[in-house]
């Protein structure tokens, strides 16, 4: 196989170890720090039950071990059930990641009869108030209820809360409603700024100091809570030195199909000027292994300097294609992120902006209600 950028030869493709179906891009919800892509209505023809069967299917013979069933909201898929014991019987992990909102007892047990194994539910913040207004609609008291139900009907339960300017400040109490509510993992992870997060950065964006304060909280909660539960804190990169090994390599671990059977790389490639695959049109085996979106930065030999003759090339992979793409308007640049790249300003400038006094709850473009 070669590289389609350089024409380069090309080691074989790597096996994918997890498949991010996003099962429908409709939510209730309007969470401002949405990665979802901003023309929602651009993905309303979704694949049907036999098609995303055909995906799972697919999946599990390229050697796909995780699941995970997201979107939007795939509670709004009547079909979940049907999907998970597809899933399941494929002898893949399926892990549930919902708002909760739809989340009914008859509806759990459906999922629990069909094999589900694990849920992850969002929580915007600790308190209805907060969390309300970042959700966009009253949801803080059924998502508290459905993470009780998941822990009553045994499924083990990770809470994820996209920490943010607006909601950092809250972060031992967010800690303290997640041990109440007894979940095996939670997932402190900072806003990637990503399609409706991407329009709300400034708003976003914490300062170093609100930064600083919460990884003190967390690491003395993560020492307390040890044995117990497990504490993930994810960074935000614009205030690293080098830029995340963003999804462990460009299609080299992960692959994401879009509700309208696009498959993709990761969940943001749909905005890098590269041709589309879709599952209606050749098998996921085809797109992972030879498609040019797939093996566009695969490997390293797309690299420019610094990236190319860089040390610790193989630690970060330059970083975010998509992010490069975003803020230099060329992919294969150097992620900005990095203290090392020529666009590094970029994210200084925003991050001078962070830092800057001023109110932390400043009006938030909310994501499109679509349903
Ligand atoms: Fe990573 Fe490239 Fe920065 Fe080196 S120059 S640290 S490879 S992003
Ligand atoms: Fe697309 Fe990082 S989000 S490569």
Same mark, same amino acid.
């Given at each position: $196989? =070669?590289?389609?950028?350089?024409?380069?030869?090309?080691?074989?493709?790597?096996?994918?170890?997890?498949?991010?179906?996003?099962?429908?891009?409709?939510?209730?919800?309007?969470?401002?720090?949405?990665?979802?892509?901003?023309?929602?209505?651009?993905?309303?023809?979704?694949?049907?039950? *036999?098609?995303? %069967?055909?995906?799972?299917?697919?999946?599990?013979?390229?050697?796909?071990? %995780?699941?995970?069933?997201?979107?939007?909201?795939?509670?709004?898929?009547?079909?979940?059930?049907?999907?998970?014991?597809? *899933?399941?019987?494929?002898? $893949?992990?399926?892990?549930?990641?919902?708002?909760?909102?739809?989340?009914?007892?008859? @509806?759990?047990?459906?999922?629990?009869?069909?094999?589900?194994?694990?849920? %992850?539910?969002?929580? %915007?913040?600790?308190?209805?108030?907060?969390?309300?207004?970042?959700?966009?609609?009253?949801?803080?008291?059924?998502?508290?209820?459905?993470?009780?139900?998941?822990?009553?009907?045994?499924?083990?339960?990770?809470?994820?809360?996209?920490? !943010?300017?607006?909601?950092?400040?809250?972060?031992?109490?967010?800690?303290?409603?997640?041990?109440?509510?007894?979940?095996?993992?939670?997932?402190?992870?900072?806003?990637?700024?990503?399609?409706? +997060?991407?329009?709300?950065?400034?708003?976003?964006?914490?300062? @170093?100091?609100?930064?600083?304060?919460?990884?003190?909280?967390?690491?003395?909660?993560?020492?307390?809570?040890?044995?117990?539960?497990?504490?993930? !804190?994810?960074?935000?990169?614009?205030?690293?030195?080098?830029?995340?090994?963003?999804?462990?390599?460009?299609?080299?671990?992960?692959?994401?199909?879009?509700?309208?059977?696009? *498959?993709?790389?990761?969940?943001?490639?749909?905005?890098?000027?590269?041709?589309?695959?879709?599952?209606?049109?050749?098998?996921?085996?085809?797109?992972?292994?030879?498609?040019?979106?797939? =093996? +566009?930065?695969?490997?390293?030999?797309? $690299?420019?300097?610094?990236?190319?003759?860089?040390?610790?090339?193989?630690?970060?992979?330059?970083?975010?294609?998509?992010?490069?793409?975003?803020?230099?308007?060329?992919?294969?640049?150097?992620?900005?992120?990095?203290?090392?790249?020529?666009?590094?300003?970029?994210?200084?400038? *925003?991050?001078?902006?962070?830092?800057?006094?001023?109110?932390?709850?400043?009006?938030?473009?909310?994501?499109?209600?679509?349903?």
């Amino acid at each position: $196989m =070669t590289d389609t950028v350089t024409g380069t030869p090309q080691p074989a493709a790597p096996r994918p170890f997890g498949l991010l179906a996003e099962l429908t891009y409709r939510c209730p919800l309007a969470c401002a720090y949405c990665s979802n892509p901003i023309e929602l209505a651009r993905y309303d023809d979704e694949l049907d039950t *036999a098609e995303w %069967q055909r995906v799972f299917t697919e999946a599990a013979d390229l050697g796909v071990l %995780q699941c995970h069933l997201s979107g939007g909201e795939p509670l709004l898929r009547r079909d979940l059930p049907e999907l998970v014991r597809t *899933a399941n019987e494929l002898g $893949m992990y399926t892990n549930l990641v919902t708002s909760a909102i739809g989340l009914s007892r008859s @509806r759990a047990a459906g999922l629990r009869d069909a094999g589900l194994d694990h849920v %992850q539910v969002s929580v %915007q913040a600790d308190e209805p108030a907060t969390s309300d207004r970042i959700a966009g609609i009253r949801s803080f008291e059924r998502k508290v209820a459905a993470c009780r139900l998941v822990r009553e009907l045994g499924w083990p339960l990770t809470v994820n809360v996209v920490l !943010h300017r607006q909601n950092i400040d809250r972060v031992a109490a967010i800690l303290d409603l997640v041990e109440e509510l007894q979940a095996d993992r939670v997932e402190l992870a900072n806003t990637q700024y990503y399609g409706w +997060a991407w329009k709300n950065r400034t708003a976003l964006l914490p300062s @170093r100091e609100q930064l600083d304060r919460a990884e003190e909280v967390v690491t003395a909660a993560r020492e307390r809570l040890r044995g117990r539960m497990e504490v993930v !804190h994810v960074l935000p990169d614009y205030y690293s030195r080098y830029p995340k090994p963003c999804m462990g390599g460009w299609a080299e671990r992960q692959l994401t199909v879009a509700p309208d059977g696009d *498959a993709l790389p990761c969940p943001a490639a749909q905005t890098l000027p590269l041709p589309r695959a879709s599952v209606r049109e050749a098998s996921l085996a085809a797109i992972w292994t030879e498609h040019p979106l797939f =093996t +566009a930065y695969r490997g390293d030999s797309w $690299m420019q300097d610094p990236c190319r003759t860089c040390d610790r090339k193989d630690l970060d992979l330059g970083g975010c294609r998509c992010q490069a793409f975003q803020l230099t308007g060329d992919a294969a640049a150097t992620d900005p992120v990095c203290h090392l790249s020529p666009a590094h300003d970029l994210v200084e400038a *925003a991050v001078e902006t962070a830092n800057r006094p001023g109110p932390v709850d400043v009006e938030l473009v909310p994501r499109l209600r679509h349903l």
